[in-house]
């Protein structure tokens, strides 16, 4: 999608890949499928088990249902209920965690090791990434002028896909990486050089919470160009112009591409004043409306 009032608005051309529509409503779905039809029958025969706040876990439960396999999904208590009531609706089986890393990667290696299931990460794992870099050929399909794809960051699977697909199809074209401040774990380790995690997030992007991990890291660090890091107010500025103009449901954590676009830093960084042509993942559209309609109600 295109839209010439946002391009007025942020200076350049903007080109939005539309993840919000995808199946399960996220790209996760793209990975999610690879991982899960890559599988030979005797693995799948013992079903998978994945943790995720919520898309990955919604994809995972989908593509194992088209398989005929069970899917075994750890969620952290504060994940959206819109995204837990998905994994329900599509057959997942769901089991609680803390709302730490920690405690969604025991609780699902503990699945694992009682089920005998397949554990196929968010994110750091190759066929995930494989997966996810389906959107690349697409988007340089649909508009091969792009010279910068900006997208959302959190383990890293997502950024990690789009980079090894888009620089083997144009190594000149820029690929930034847009994360919130209340988890800017990216951010400090391109700077630091090394893997950086955080003791705990802080952000209204529930689904870029995570860290990354040690198949994503290394194509982040070598790969991916910059961090651009955005507040929360800023995310949500983003999310109400992809409602108002571009008539398009999104996520706070699929939104923060453009919120990047228009931040302060992207626009004043003279490193970026030749990214003319830009394309935006909208990630996913996987948003809780509850508190919206309980305020209609009010």
């Avoid at 539309?18 to 013992?46: P, T």
């Avoid at 969620?75 to 769901?94: D, F, L």
């Avoid at 391109?190 to 705990?200: D, F, M, Q, S, W």
């Amino acid at each position: 999608m295109t839209s010439e009032s946002l391009d007025a608005i942020s200076g350049r051309r903007l080109f939005f890949k539309c993840e919000c529509f995808q199946k399960g409503g996220a790209f996760k779905f793209r990975g999610a499928c690879n991982a899960i039809f890559s599988l030979d029958d005797q693995q799948a025969a013992k079903g998978v088990v994945t943790h995720s706040s919520g898309n990955h876990a919604a994809a995972l439960a989908l593509a194992a249902k088209l398989r005929g396999i069970t899917s075994y999904i750890v969620i952290p208590k504060n994940a959206p209920q819109c995204k837990v009531q998905h994994v329900v609706r599509y057959g997942g089986q769901v089991i609680w965690s803390e709302t730490t890393i920690k405690s969604r990667e025991e609780t699902a290696t503990t699945v694992q090791q009682e089920t005998g299931a397949a554990l196929i990460n968010p994110y750091n794992d190759g066929r995930i990434i494989s997966g996810q870099g389906t959107i690349s050929l697409e988007l340089l399909e649909q508009a091969p002028h792009i010279d910068t794809i900006i997208v959302p960051i959190s383990g890293g699977g997502l950024i990690s896909g789009v980079a090894l697909a888009a620089k083997s199809i144009n190594p000149a074209i820029r690929v930034l990486a847009a994360e919130p401040k209340g988890a800017n774990d990216a951010a400090q380790s391109k700077a630091a050089g090394r893997i950086v995690t955080l003791p705990e997030t802080n952000t209204v992007a529930d689904g870029l919470r995570a860290f990354l991990g040690e198949f994503t890291w290394p194509i982040v660090r070598d790969l991916v160009d910059d961090v651009i890091t955005v507040d929360n107010t800023e995310i949500i500025k983003a999310m109400r112009l992809c409602y108002e103009i571009l008539k398009v449901a999104v996520e706070p954590s699929g939104a923060i591409g453009l919120a990047a676009v228009l931040s302060d830093s992207f626009r004043t960084n003279p490193a970026w004043k030749d990214c003319n042509q830009i394309g935006i993942i909208l990630s996913g559209g996987n948003v809780d409306l509850e508190v919206l309609w309980n305020s209609f109600s009010k």
